[in-house]
């Protein structure tokens, strides 16, 4: 099944049972400044979850765009090295608003992960939130997960919140079983460790408290339901893939990059890497700049232009020296244009976009990457086993690297990061920028008053009033 039919059924399977089928939302949320990036499906409807907004329906189904980097869930650096994480990644998810809840949600993901999907049910586990006997009866009694392929996990992992008053209740997740050669092979490997072999596919999230601002939980009149399940990851697993990367969602894109450094998929770890950060890069770029956010150094732009550099800094290691990545977002545009039409249009603008900023960074990158390998050395050569801050603050100022570039390049040689030390530097320089801002704008400003003139009025004055005043200009 392609990553096309697999949406498609998970949207048709829902619709037949009674729910709308709203589309994706912008990556860029409406009227919410806290939070970054739409980063699950229940974005577009938090409105409707606080009861501050109703609708005409009462179920809806939608396949939602998400980018996970920055901000509260952020799995940036995750990307390249496990088989699971993207940064742009789609949510499949079905949401009851008041109407039906754990029993009906519960019945649903079983019967479509089982019928619909045809996954083998005696691979799949549940895990449910400690003390929530009402979902794991559902689960072990309902449906008939053994107790050995049940876990109850912590709030960590299975309780959800909107923030910090709100509603909010237990999680309960569907993992898949991928096999023992999956696995890391300890003894304690389970549903929760971070190796691939316990693949979380499926979150339902069961809305039953509202906590006020002291902390109390009190049931809510009418429950919801919200769901999430990651296209890729059931992708890779309906493909029998290793990894979200070689399902047909992605592999193309790492195709392109074979054809472009000539050089082959799967043979050797650190080509590998490179391969994933560019295709999952291409992806987020694509989609991010084609919902309207361009690279900046501020918010949503820096998050964006750091996602780019990575994927370049990346493309260097495969040997990719010249401007790609606006090339791996044309394979992008072919893969997602099928669900996503509006991307034909925006294909140029976003193909020039992305020009502009591999032209503007390669210029420095040479010289940083020097800069840094070389500094590499000698610091190995001298014993140290921390970069300082002092050094990242440089390379950062003068050529434009991101901290995260620094520390991917560091990451393999088992020495850390002076964090700390970088962020004082940068909080020098923020004091130093701002002090040289007022005084070259209150330079302009006199002169512009000069200009016109302006004399005898301001005599009178103090410096601070006058200060204020000429800056208002
Ligand atoms: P994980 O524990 O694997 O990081 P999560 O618990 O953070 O996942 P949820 O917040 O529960 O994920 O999101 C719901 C579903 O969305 C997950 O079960 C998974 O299928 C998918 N998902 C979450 N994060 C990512 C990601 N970074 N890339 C791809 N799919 C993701
Ligand atoms: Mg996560
Ligand atoms: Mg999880
Ligand atoms: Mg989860």
Request: proline content about 4%; overall charge negative; charged content about 25%.
């Amino acid at each position: 099944m392609t990553g096309n039919e697999i949406r498609k059924r998970f949207l048709d399977y829902f619709e037949k049972h009674h729910h709308r089928v709203v589309r994706s939302s912008s990556l860029v949320p409406r009227d919410d400044p806290t939070l970054l990036f739409t980063n699950a499906g229940m974005v577009q409807f938090k409105r409707i979850f606080m009861g501050e907004e109703k609708r005409d329906y009462n179920r809806a189904v939608t396949s939602q765009k998400c980018v996970r980097a920055g901000g509260k869930h952020n799995d940036l650096e995750n990307v390249g090295y496990t088989a699971r994480h993207h940064t742009f990644f789609e949510m499949l998810g079905n949401f009851s608003f008041g109407d039906y809840f754990k029993e009906k949600a519960v019945e649903f993901a079983w019967d479509l992960l089982t019928n619909g999907y045809g996954l083998p049910a005696e691979r799949l586990w549940a895990s449910v939130y400690t003390d929530d006997d009402e979902a794991y009866d559902l689960w072990h009694k309902a449906i008939g997960i053994p107790a050995e392929r049940m876990v109850r996990l912590g709030k960590e992992d299975n309780f959800w919140a909107m923030g910090d008053t709100g509603p909010c209740g237990p999680c309960s997740e569907v993992h898949i079983d991928r096999g023992e050669a999956y696995g890391c092979g300890r003894p304690d490997c389970g549903v929760d460790c971070e190796c691939d072999r316990f693949l979380e596919i499926w979150n339902l999230v069961f809305m039953q408290y509202y906590q006020d601002e002291s902390g109390n939980m009190t049931p809510l009149p009418k429950p919801s339901i919200d769901t999430g399940m990651g296209l890729e990851r059931l992708a890779a697993v309906l493909q029998q893939v290793d990894t979200n990367f070689e399902t047909d969602l992605l592999r193309p894109i790492i195709a392109h990059s074979e054809q472009l450094s000539a050089k082959p998929f799967g043979r050797e770890k650190a080509v590998d890497v490179a391969m994933k950060v560019i295709a999952d890069h291409s992806r987020a770029a694509a989609f991010l700049i084609n919902d309207g956010v361009l690279p900046s150094n501020e918010g949503r732009g820096y998050v964006l232009r750091r996602i780019m550099r990575r994927a370049i800094r990346y493309g260097r290691n495969i040997g990719l020296e010249r401007p790609f990545l606006h090339r791996t977002v044309e394979t992008v545009f072919d893969i997602m244009r099928p669900a996503y039409p509006e991307l034909s249009e925006a294909a140029p603008f976003i193909r020039n976009v992305v020009l502009n900023e591999e032209q503007r960074f390669m210029e420095t990158l040479d010289t940083g990457l020097r800069l840094l390998n070389d500094s590499l050395a000698d610091l190995k050569a001298k014993g140290a086993n921390e970069i300082p801050g002092e050094l990242i603050f440089k390379l950062y100022d003068t050529f434009g690297f991101p901290v995260d570039i620094v520390q991917d390049v560091v990451r393999d040689t088992g020495m850390g990061v002076d964090l700390k030390g970088f962020e004082s530097h940068m909080q020098a320089q923020r004091e130093r920028s701002r002090a040289k801002v007022s005084f070259d704008t209150l330079g302009e400003a006199y002169k512009a008053l000069a200009a016109q003139a302006v004399k005898a009025e301001f005599t009178g004055y103090n410096t601070l009033s006058m200060q204020s005043h000429v800056l208002l200009l």
